[in-house]
């Protein structure tokens, strides 16, 4: 049960870090995220990560840091990776970023990786545990019973819609992606105000060329 709050908590902290980002660049609120709710999973996963594979004991904060690259990297990587498999769209590009892997991650975002998963380890989840061990345990259950509901249902509709848009990706020529991407958005906007949300949460993503020079 800690576990599985210490992942929601994290999660909604790595929604509301992409909204501020946002926030602060557009100046407009963006819901970000795969999915409907205030929480991006890969965040929850990543700390779990971290805490898992590097222990509960660890004084050696440069051992802490790089191993918080190199698994958070292996995540953004995989995810990216699965999700453009899955939906045909890739969700986000660093190809014009220097030092960047297929697109899929880049320098610039994994030195923040580091930082953000030393905080985590050192200061927030301290913190964080020990105010998730005061709750009484009756009521631990109800909240993670709760939780755990409302973030399957989420996960099932968030992957409905994006089945439809696949289909619809499918049904299409896939000979030039931008125009592609426009009847997509196109689709998104003319079916429900669901679907804007995942126009809304990465205006810029891709769609991938099928056919012989797919890569």
Request: with cysteine; glycine share 6%.
């Amino acid at each position: 049960m800690n576990y599985f709050l210490l992942f929601m908590i994290y999660s909604f902290l790595g929604w509301l870090m992409e909204v501020l980002v946002t926030l602060v660049r557009k100046r407009k609120f963006v819901n970000r995220g795969f999915l409907i709710g205030p929480y991006c999973p890969i965040y929850g996963y990543g700390v779990l990560g971290i805490l898992t594979l590097i222990g509960k004991n660890n004084n050696d904060i440069l051992s802490v840091f790089l191993k918080s690259i190199l698994i958070c990297s292996l995540l953004e990587y995989l995810t990216s990776y699965l999700m453009e498999k899955i939906f045909k769209a890739r969700w986000w590009d660093y190809s014009k970023k220097k030092f960047n892997i297929n697109g899929r991650i880049c320098l610039e975002t994994m030195m923040p990786f580091g930082i953000l998963g030393t905080i985590c380890f050192y200061i927030l989840n301290p913190f964080f545990l020990k105010n998730i061990n005061s709750i009484n345990n009756n009521f631990k259950i109800i909240l993670c019973i709760c939780l755990a509901i409302a973030f399957i249902i989420d996960n099932i509709i968030s992957f409905n819609v994006m089945n439809k848009i696949k289909i619809n990706i499918n049904l299409q020529r896939m000979d030039d992606t931008e125009k592609i991407r426009e009847d997509v958005i196109k689709w998104i906007e003319n079916n429900s105000r669901l679907y804007q949300h995942i126009k809304n949460a990465y205006p810029n993503f891709k769609i991938r060329k099928l056919g012989k020079n797919k890569q």
